[in-house]
């Protein structure tokens, strides 16, 4: 975000003068509740904060014209529309998010009435940004912050129920955060032991979940020089153990040779200050890759937010990083990957009644990638949380961030979350009258992204569980999103013939419905602080089908095709085909049966698992991909 000071010409220009007097007025004047939201149930106030500790305040202000831009979106991911693959450029997505000049003036002078001077903007100057005390934001804003603890993990963070606007900018801010946004995003992996598989037949959930608490010690995983040059996938795999051998004879990538790897490019993020070790990753490449060749680095960081690149021993490298790693890294190595490290919250100290970080990783990445002129092709994130722990306009922000992502070529995958339809009694709705319901997870349940679901067993492949871990492949249908238009005959289609009155009451049946893919999520091996270990998770699917997204883009890229950007129009219509339908299992949770997995998409396992042969002819034979724009396209300056 570029850094400028506007206060200068709003003193020096004459006719801002009384704009500025006028609005400083204002804001001392009739405030309105802007938004009220109740904190979830695992939260509780437990003090008040220092008023003197500094806060990362970011106003989001209202862009006009970005229903244009979902628009173009749209237009450029349908493959039956004539601009089918021709995305847009940083400028031109900017152009499409300014706010009005009038707003941000006005915005201006209510922070210059509050003696707010140091302001940031990103390059729309759709959001402003400023480090400011607490005890200046509750006059700003109306309101008084309180600290709060998540009785789970322990975790503090400054925050408010309720916040006020002045009545003139209610139209024209539409939010400021952080305020009652408790999303804490958690890695989406558990991490398990060894397992029994059951031989000669297709095992029952309980013969499954019975053996997942069965020690074996320890497993052979097959390695490709003991193979045949094309080996099976029952000679490359072992369903208690999977590696990327097994991965890459699974999904077809295996004799694919990228041959762009300097243009084409993977990102993954990582969140709460963690980081990825490379020793780890190299050891895992040299172990599971034989092309592999080591070099001085096997990966890019940048710092987000106060993020950190620590590879001590004591630094915070916990087994999320490495796996998200070692799985985008074991399908698509060689192709370059940037790990971007936001900041996160640091240790409590309950004297103070302040924690030392109360950023929002969410919008501080966003914000930092965005203003990038050069992104990679693909980003997979394994961080989530349910969708109400943050209000709807926090979740309408971000989202519509990945939807400037989209726009821009990038492919977003997220993993859809690890505890099926919600984890078993906690299951209840946040608005104070504890209704039964679901509980979907954000962002997996914006319709601007790759929700990924996840897999087990070979033989076929059924919706992954772990009765060890009490993991469950996360779906669901959104509270927040309506179902877009790209996925409409598939749920429909679904919820008339296989879900009917099934839990009905418990779920949105009009939302966007997730995972939109799925993959292998059990029992991936991974190696992290120098040893071997067994992790389950979507946080192993996804960063799977990242890579093989990145193999895609690398074919298209040396054809001088673009990339595949948002996959979900496509997905959804000319490649279902590239996808094996997964019909067994089922995402349970809150203590319900849940989605049932069923002939084409379903809840449980979306569309299926990805086949990257027939993913990538379907990608280099789509007729608009040649990057031509055509006469009626607007110019630039159009934009």
């Given at each position: 975000?570029?850094?400028?000071?506007?206060?200068?010409?709003?003193?020096?220009y004459?006719?801002?003068?009384?704009?500025?007097f006028?609005?400083?007025?204002?804001a001392?004047?009739?405030?309105?509740?802007?938004?009220?939201?109740?904190?979830?149930?695992?939260?509780?106030?437990v003090?008040?904060?220092?008023?003197?500790?500094?806060v990362r305040?970011?106003?989001?202000?209202?862009?006009?014209?970005?229903?244009?831009?979902?628009?173009?979106?749209?237009?450029?991911?349908?493959?039956?529309?004539?601009r089918?693959?021709?995305?847009?450029?940083?400028?031109?997505?900017?152009r499409?998010?300014?706010?009005?000049?009038?707003t941000?003036?006005l915005?201006?002078?209510?922070?210059?009435?509050?003696?707010?001077l140091?302001?940031?903007?990103?390059?729309?100057?759709d959001w402003?940004?400023?480090?400011?005390?607490?005890?200046?934001?509750?006059?700003?804003?109306?309101?008084?912050?309180?600290v709060?603890?998540?009785?789970?993990?322990?975790?503090?963070?400054?925050?408010?129920?309720?916040?006020?606007?002045?009545i003139h900018?209610?139209?024209?801010?539409?939010?400021?955060?952080?305020?009652n946004?408790?999303?804490?995003?958690?890695?989406s992996?558990?991490t398990?032991?060894?397992?029994?598989?059951?031989?000669d037949?297709?095992?029952?959930?309980?013969?499954?979940?019975?053996?997942?608490v069965?020690?074996?010690?320890?497993?052979?995983?097959?390695?490709?020089?003991?193979?045949?040059?094309?080996?099976?996938?029952?000679?490359?795999c072992r369903?208690?153990?999977?590696?990327?051998?097994?991965?890459?004879?699974?999904?077809?990538?295996?004799?694919?040779?990228?041959?762009?790897?300097?243009?084409n490019?993977?990102?993954l993020?990582?969140?709460r200050g963690?980081?990825?070790?490379?020793?780890?990753?190299?050891?895992?490449?040299e172990?599971?890759?034989?092309d592999?060749?080591?070099?001085?680095?096997?990966?890019d960081?940048?710092?987000?937010?106060?993020?950190?690149?620590?590879?001590?021993?004591e630094?915070?490298?916990?087994?999320?990083?490495?796996?998200?790693?070692?799985?985008?890294?074991?399908?698509?190595?060689?192709?370059?990957?940037?790990?971007?490290?936001?900041?996160?919250?640091?240790?409590?100290?309950?004297?103070?009644?302040?924690?030392?970080?109360?950023?929002?990783?969410?919008?501080?990445?966003l914000?930092?990638?965005?203003?990038?002129?050069?992104l990679?092709?693909?980003?997979?994130?394994?961080?989530?949380?349910?969708?109400?722990?943050?209000?709807?306009s926090y979740?309408?922000?971000v989202?519509?961030?990945f939807?400037?992502?989209?726009?821009r070529?990038?492919?977003?995958?997220?993993?859809s979350?690890d505890?099926?339809?919600?984890?078993?009694?906690?299951?209840?709705?946040?608005?104070?009258?504890?209704?039964?319901?679901?509980?979907?997870?954000?962002?997996?349940?914006?319709?601007?992204v790759?929700?990924?679901?996840?897999?087990r067993?070979?033989?076929?492949?059924?919706?992954?569980?772990?009765?060890?871990?009490?993991?469950?492949?996360?779906?669901?249908?959104?509270?927040?999103?309506?179902?877009?238009w790209?996925?409409?005959?598939?749920?429909?289609?679904?919820?008339?013939?296989?879900?009917?009155?099934?839990h009905?009451?418990?779920?949105?049946e009009?939302?966007?419905?997730?995972?939109?893919?799925?993959?292998?999520?059990?029992?991936y091996?991974?190696?992290?602080?120098g040893t071997?270990?067994?992790?389950?998770?979507?946080?192993?699917?996804?960063?799977?089908?990242?890579?093989?997204?990145?193999?895609?883009?690398?074919?298209?890229?040396?054809?001088?095709?673009?990339?595949?950007?948002?996959?979900?129009?496509?997905?959804?219509?000319?490649?279902?085909?590239?996808?094996?339908?997964?019909?067994?299992g089922?995402?349970?949770?809150?203590?319900?049966?849940?989605?049932?997995?069923?002939?084409?998409?379903?809840?449980?396992?979306?569309?299926?698992?990805?086949?990257?042969?027939?993913?990538?002819?379907?990608?280099?034979?789509a007729?608009?991909?040649?990057?031509?724009?055509?006469w009626?396209?607007p110019?630039?300056?159009?934009?």
């Amino acid at each position: 975000m570029a850094q400028r000071s506007r206060i200068l010409s709003l003193v020096l220009y004459s006719i801002w003068v009384p704009i500025v007097f006028c609005e400083a007025l204002k804001a001392s004047l009739q405030f309105a509740v802007k938004e009220r939201y109740s904190p979830p149930s695992r939260w509780r106030p437990v003090g008040f904060p220092d008023r003197d500790h500094e806060v990362r305040l970011h106003i989001g202000l209202r862009r006009p014209r970005y229903k244009e831009l979902e628009q173009h979106l749209y237009e450029i991911s349908n493959p039956a529309h004539s601009r089918h693959g021709q995305h847009l450029s940083a400028e031109q997505v900017h152009r499409l998010t300014t706010p009005l000049e009038e707003t941000v003036l006005l915005v201006e002078a209510w922070l210059l009435g509050h003696g707010i001077l140091n302001l940031t903007y990103s390059p729309a100057k759709d959001w402003i940004s400023t480090l400011v005390p607490i005890r200046t934001i509750e006059a700003l804003l109306n309101t008084t912050y309180r600290v709060f603890q998540d009785l789970e993990e322990l975790d503090c963070i400054v925050r408010t129920a309720e916040w006020s606007l002045p009545i003139h900018l209610h139209e024209r801010i539409e939010l400021v955060q952080p305020t009652n946004s408790f999303f804490r995003p958690r890695a989406s992996r558990r991490t398990t032991s060894n397992s029994l598989r059951i031989r000669d037949k297709i095992p029952t959930y309980e013969e499954l979940a019975a053996a997942d608490v069965v020690e074996l010690g320890h497993i052979d995983i097959p390695d490709a020089k003991d193979l045949p040059p094309n080996p099976t996938v029952s000679q490359a795999c072992r369903s208690i153990a999977i590696s990327p051998l097994c991965l890459r004879a699974l999904y077809g990538t295996l004799h694919y040779e990228p041959q762009v790897s300097g243009k084409n490019r993977m990102a993954l993020v990582n969140f709460r200050g963690r980081s990825n070790h490379r020793s780890d990753v190299r050891m895992f490449m040299e172990r599971y890759r034989s092309d592999y060749k080591a070099a001085e680095s096997d990966f890019d960081a940048e710092l987000v937010a106060g993020g950190k690149d620590d590879q001590s021993p004591e630094g915070n490298i916990v087994i999320e990083g490495d796996l998200d790693a070692e799985a985008i890294l074991g399908i698509a190595y060689p192709t370059p990957l940037t790990t971007y490290n936001v900041g996160g919250t640091a240790p409590f100290e309950a004297s103070a009644m302040t924690p030392d970080n109360t950023n929002e990783p969410y919008l501080e990445w966003l914000q930092y990638l965005l203003a990038k002129d050069d992104l990679p092709q693909v980003i997979t994130l394994s961080y989530a949380d349910e969708e109400q722990t943050v209000p709807y306009s926090y979740a309408k922000r971000v989202c519509e961030g990945f939807a400037q992502l989209g726009a821009r070529g990038v492919t977003v995958l997220v993993g859809s979350g690890d505890d099926g339809v919600g984890r078993d009694s906690t299951c209840y709705s946040n608005d104070g009258n504890r209704k039964p319901q679901f509980l979907p997870t954000f962002p997996a349940s914006c319709p601007f992204v790759t929700a990924v679901g996840a897999t087990r067993e070979l033989g076929p492949e059924r919706v992954a569980f772990d009765g060890r871990t009490k993991f469950v492949s996360g779906s669901g249908f959104s509270n927040y999103f309506e179902r877009p238009w790209y996925q409409r005959r598939h749920v429909e289609g679904y919820l008339t013939k296989h879900l009917g009155d099934l839990h009905r009451g418990l779920y949105n049946e009009a939302g966007r419905a997730y995972p939109d893919i799925s993959a292998q999520g059990y029992h991936y091996s991974i190696v992290w602080n120098g040893t071997v270990h067994l992790i389950d998770g979507t946080s192993a699917s996804g960063p799977t089908v990242a890579g093989i997204v990145a193999l895609v883009n690398d074919a298209l890229m040396a054809d001088n095709k673009p990339p595949l950007g948002f996959l979900n129009p496509w997905i959804y219509s000319k490649a279902s085909e590239a996808f094996t339908d997964v019909t067994i299992g089922s995402a349970t949770g809150c203590n319900t049966s849940g989605f049932p997995a069923a002939p084409g998409w379903d809840a449980g396992s979306g569309l299926g698992t990805p086949f990257f042969p027939t993913l990538k002819d379907l990608a280099l034979q789509a007729r608009s991909r040649s990057g031509r724009r055509p006469w009626y396209y607007p110019s630039r300056a159009d934009l």
